[in-house]
């Protein structure tokens, strides 16, 4: 265990291979200790448009040991909680304590090692994955809906969206909805997404986007060595109320219930036969776990933080505030919540994954810079990526067995549940 394991999440299982440093600005709440120069290396690396695939083998015994890996975010939420709470083993299936792993692409680069064999990730990723590098995955639920936003800091001078030019932006992944909705909303204001060097010069109309591990944004912001960011939470509640952050927009005002974290599996997982009631009892306990969460915000806040069980190394308030705190009072300058009629919550629990916004992400995708080789988004149809990446039948049946899951704002309430419009409204 690195020492801010040892202080602040104790019984936490991190990956080994990980270097997480001690950062005194944050007191232990953060696992990192960049630096500029650490900083424009990671901008430089682009993450995920340069990672390599590992070799993968159809040929690997088969372990129905429930084998979870991590990013420590908000989004993990129903995955953590069907472990930590027993819903896995109500179900007849043994769990791991799951794995936490700093950054997307370590995380990814694991999984498709065989390492683990259910996490979560970016709604882009398995689309990378999948028709870039060839790799069988399955796309098999949501984890949750919204759960992001647009950061900035105090002194940024940033106070609408056209002011980000000239300006040093993060996302935790190009493939990501953080980089696809921001770079909408920028460009809506007249501002030009580029990928240069950090130390380039910038036209006056020019965004400078970077990658960073989500527990990098948080400090950085604070150094003054980026001047916003988007991400998942808590690093957008740590950015308030550790970094001196505001909120210039939440993503979910932007893209009403959009998706964020997925639930994936390996394709053998999610298509044996054989396999079939285990990957049921798996999202059965997935969708319990999401009504749990959304019904009990407070408690589980406590039960994720470091003040509770360590799976977020964060304090019970700043996982509090990521999960409860949405008031369109209070978020008035900037102007971050919109659309207040919509009656959604800073980050809500639902697990249908609905084909219209697959569909909408792998178009926008097609206008978002990212870094590497995007060729073959110019071969890719919306509506095959719907057909083939994501497997319904898993989530529907849990669904159809919790019609609780109704409830959230973002599913239609008249008519087929199951189909919705997406609504993007800048």
């Known amino acids: 265990m690195k020492e801010i394991y040892k202080k602040h999440g104790e019984g936490i299982q991190e990956d080994p291979n990980l270097v997480i440093e001690y950062d005194p600005l944050f007191k232990g709440v953060l696992g990192t200790g960049i630096n500029r120069r650490e900083l424009l290396q990671m901008g430089a690396a682009g993450a995920l448009g340069s990672a390599a695939m590992p070799a993968f083998s159809a040929k690997r015994k088969w372990d129905p040991v429930v084998n979870i890996c991590y990013i420590p975010i908000t989004d993990a939420a129903a995955l953590l909680i069907a472990h930590d709470l027993g819903f896995f083993k109500d179900e007849g299936i043994d769990s791991k304590r799951p794995t936490l792993i700093r950054g997307w692409s370590p995380l990814v680069e694991a999984f498709a090692a065989h390492r683990f064999n259910l996490t979560h990730m970016l709604i882009p990723i398995p689309v990378w994955m999948r028709y870039n590098n060839k790799y069988p995955i399955k796309i098999t639920a949501w984890d949750h809906t919204n759960g992001s936003a647009i950061l900035v800091g105090k002194n940024s001078g940033i106070n609408e969206p056209k002011d980000f030019g000239g300006k040093q932006f993060a996302v935790p992944y190009w493939y990501s909805i953080h980089n696809i909705v921001s770079q909408r909303i920028m460009k809506a204001a007249g501002i030009k997404p580029v990928i240069k060097p950090q130390s380039a010069k910038l036209e006056p109309d020019e965004c400078n986007f970077l990658v960073l591990a989500p527990p990098s944004m948080p400090p950085a912001l604070a150094a003054g060595t980026i001047d916003g960011y988007c991400v998942a939470e808590p690093f957008n509640a740590l950015g308030e109320i550790k970094a001196g952050g505001k909120v210039l927009r939440f993503t979910g005002d932007a893209w009403k219930g959009h998706p964020c974290c997925v639930v994936v599996m390996h394709e ?104 590497g080789d995007d060729a073959f988004l110019s071969e890719l149809t919306p509506q095959h990526v719907a057909d083939d990446l994501v497997n319904y039948n898993y989530v529907k049946t849990a669904l159809e067995a919790n019609p609780k899951w109704r409830n959230d704002a973002s599913v239609p309430q008249e008519g087929d549940p199951y189909v919705r419009t997406e609504v993007f409204q800048l």
């Not at 999610?270 to 999202?283: E, K, L, N, S, T």
């Not at 705190?325 to 209070?330: K, V």
Request: no cysteine.
């Open 268 to 371: 053998d997982d999610a298509m044996d036969p054989d396999r079939a009631a285990w990957a049921q009892g798996v999202h059965n306990a997935v969708v319990r776990a999401q009504i749990h969460l959304a019904e009990n915000r407070e408690e589980m806040s406590h039960l994720l933080s470091r003040d509770g069980k360590g799976y977020l190394p964060v304090p019970k308030e700043v996982v509090k505030r990521a999960m409860m705190f949405y008031d369109p009072a209070y978020y008035q300058n900037p102007l971050a919540i919109k659309h207040p009629e919509w009656e959604q919550n800073r980050i809500d629990f639902q697990a249908w994954p609905y084909r219209s916004a697959t569909e909408l992400v792998v178009s926008d995708l097609k206008e978002t810079v990212v870094t």
